[in-house]
């Protein structure tokens, strides 16, 4: 191994203050640059102060040249322990070949931010013989920054900070102190812990919460639909609570699913889609939270770049997410407990963006592209295997659980069902956006597996102490002004009735925890639907421009003040729906397609418009230019 290091590479006769110099102004190059890209695309950084996105920067880079040295330190003790030259070139090498690795990184990383920015190609879209060109570009560019760094060497030799081996504690100390001054503590405290009296007289059914992506009501056969889309559903309704007019409070499965987990509206916690993620008390405020403090084992099945609760920073609720233990997780999951959710989150996601890249380049493990789900091209999803791992898991139940399935087959605009019952005859190929006949195949599918769940519930004798709760995250098209479906099934078949009134999916948890005989906690928005109907109020929704956030390479063209990543906020009241464009400042508003309630209370647009601009100054927005548009 030592020859690889002899001739023109080895032959700098590199001093080790100057090996340390350099790793620092790699490390820092490297964050500065992920930093740089992060703060200037759609990120949680958003809507950080620059002062923190300072702080951010500072203390990643102290972290992450901390943990360089401490390499660079175990290979110097190593050096000054074997004395023959040959060990000591040899180790000189291994030193040099961290901020070469670093450097070469960095450059791929730059590389494919531009590619993937301008032309929507990346290492994410690669495989095969591109995957291999992309490591050929990776080892010459360690090979460059390995061999070719005489002009960078020679610089930092002639600087005396770097030459004088006391240079090297000194660097330490500099690297330390950076660390302490943008170091802030975080409370690790279950900010969902229920009190021992509602401990002692609680229930503990098992809950099964199965959400599937964008299922409008109208297409389901429970809802009079006149295609059987959804025959095991509609039988389990029949002795189930059903709302005849649920809607949703996000037009965005991440924004959706935390409303459903923490009954709170996205327009407070800026929840909405990704990268936004859960800070401060709303990461431990939710029902999983609660409900793992009761003892119940939590395991999440969704999507991870949609709905995953680690990647959206929902922490002590889910014993597992997605296969992943919090026990087991990523260096994220460790360190948040110790510092505030944001240096906590842009350090994983530097080091989990490089991982990603590098084992998919080298054929390790492939990278999912999320990016092939957004502009809605149709693909296959593991749904299967998830309802696979739902019922083995329900099989060694030895404790109460709290599993929530979301279905992704159904996500569009196009669709590929594997059962072909509507779409006969018709081309998966060519289909068209949200054609009835696939998405009909697609709600049919979802609902055999339903079907499925259900059976194996009572063939293991489960069915009669298990709470199912059926539901989506938006109705079809990300809409948030047309109906979804939720119906929930109570052990022993109770509360088997028909709710009318408008529900919102921010309801759920407080009916689950009434159901379980738990007070409600004051940060829950939602009201239970268990025992009367809600009275008729205003059912709030925000979402995002999808396609402008995906298209734009100008972030400050679409996520900036005063409203941020909210295009739009949405209010269902009675069977009328009010739309508010957030760029335009228009105001939109139509019938809620087959709404049943009978509701003869009518408000007027400017109510409407009152209302909706009260509910976003109440998540803290700056409302001013509403309400001057207002008063015109």
């Known amino acids: 191994m030592s020859t690889f290091f002899r001739g023109k590479c080895a032959s700098l006769n590199i001093p080790w203050p100057v090996i340390y110099g350099y790793t620092f102004i790699s490390a820092s190059l490297y964050v500065f640059f992920e930093w740089l890209f992060v703060i200037t695309k759609p990120s949680f950084l958003n809507t ?50 961290i901020p070469a690795l670093i450097l070469a990184s960095m450059a791929v990383l730059l590389v494919d931010n531009f590619t993937y920015t301008v032309f929507r190609f990346g290492i994410v879209s690669s495989s095969g013989f591109t995957t291999g060109v992309y490591i050929c570009i990776f080892l010459l560019l360690v090979y460059a920054f390995y061999c070719r760094s005489t002009g960078i060497v020679t610089w930092l030799k002639k600087i005396s900070l770097f030459n004088h081996r006391l240079s090297i504690p000194g660097m330490v100390m ?111 405020q939710h029902l999983p939270g609660i409900l793992n403090t009761l003892g ?12 995953d609760a680690y990647t959206l920073n929902l922490l002590y ?22 510092i505030q959710t944001d240096y906590a989150y842009f350090l994983y996601e530097i080091t989990n963006r490089w991982f990603d890249r ?55 605009p196009t669709y590929l069902p594997q059962v072909r019952e509507f779409s006969k005859g018709k081309s998966v190929e060519t289909q ?21 769940l259900v059976e194996k519930l009572s063939r293991s004798g489960l ?61 829950m928005a939602g009201t239970s639907f268990l025992r009367n109907e809600p009275e008729n109020r205003p059912i709030f929704s925000g979402g995002a421009d999808i396609e402008e956030l995906v298209s734009s390479s100008a972030v400050a063209e679409v996520v900036h003040p005063p409203f941020y990543q909210f295009g739009y906020v949405s ?25 049943n309630d009978g509701c003869e209370d009518s408000i007027t647009r400017e109510q409407a418009l009152g209302w909706m601009i009260q509910h976003l100054k109440e998540g803290g927005f700056d409302v001013s230019e509403l309400e001057i548009g207002e008063s015109k």
């Open 571 to 595: 209010m269902v009241y009675c069977d009328t729906w009010y739309r508010l464009d957030l760029s335009a400042y228009e105001l939109t508003s139509g019938q809620v397609s087959g709404h």
């Open 432 to 452: 068209k956006l949200l054609d009835d006949d696939f998405y009909d195949d697609s709600l049919l599918e979802f609902d055999e597996k339903v079907g499925k």
């Open 296 to 307: 119940y084992l939590t395991v999440q099945y969704t999507t991870p770049y949609f709905g």
């Open 48 to 97: 950080v102060s620059i002062l923190r996105k300072i702080g951010i920067l500072i203390f990643t880079c102290s972290v992450i040249t901390g943990l360089l040295f401490a390499i660079l330190g175990v290979i110097y003790l190593l050096s000054l322990l074997l004395r023959d030259k040959a060990s000591a070139r040899f180790l000189i090498g291994i030193g040099m070949l």
């Open 317 to 338: 609720g889910f014993d597992i997410a997605n296969g992943r233990s919090i026990n087991q997780s990523s260096v994220y999951s460790k360190i948040s407990h110790y």
């Open 174 to 284: 500099a690297v330390i102190l950076l660390f302490l001054i943008s170091y802030y503590s975080a409370s690790a405290t279950n900010l969902a812990a229920v009190s021992e009296a509602d401990q002692a007289n609680a229930r503990y059914p098992n809950i099964l919460l199965i959400t599937s992506e964008g299922l409008d009501a109208n297409h389901l056969s429970i809802y009079g639909y006149d295609r059987e889309t959804t025959p095991h559903i509609s039988e389990l309704a029949q002795t189930s609570l059903v709302v005849e007019n649920a809607f949703t409070n996000a037009g965005h499965t991440a924004g959706s699913l935390i409303s459903i987990y923490t009954s709170k509206y996205p327009t407070k916690m800026r929840v909405l889609y990704p990268p936004d993620i859960l800070k401060g008390m709303d990461s431990y």
């Open 463 to 523: 069915l009669g102490d298990t709470m199912i709760i059926i539901g989506s995250d938006h109705n079809r098209g990300w809409s948030t002004t047309q109906k979804i479906p939720l119906l929930i099934h109570f052990p022993g078949e109770q509360y088997a009735r028909v709710r009318k009134a408008n529900i919102q999916n921010m309801d759920i948890a407080p009916t689950v925890l009434d159901y379980l005989g738990i007070n409600k906690p004051a940060w």
């Open 358 to 412: 590098i084992r998919h380049i080298f054929f390790i493990k492939k990278m999912d592209n999320y990016q092939a789900l957004i502009q809605g091209k149709a693909q296959r999803f593991d749904d299967t295997e998830k309802v696979d791992s739902i019922l083995s898991l329900i099989s060694k139940k030895n404790r109460p659980f709290f599993i929530h399935l979301h279905w992704m087959g159904t996500h569009g």
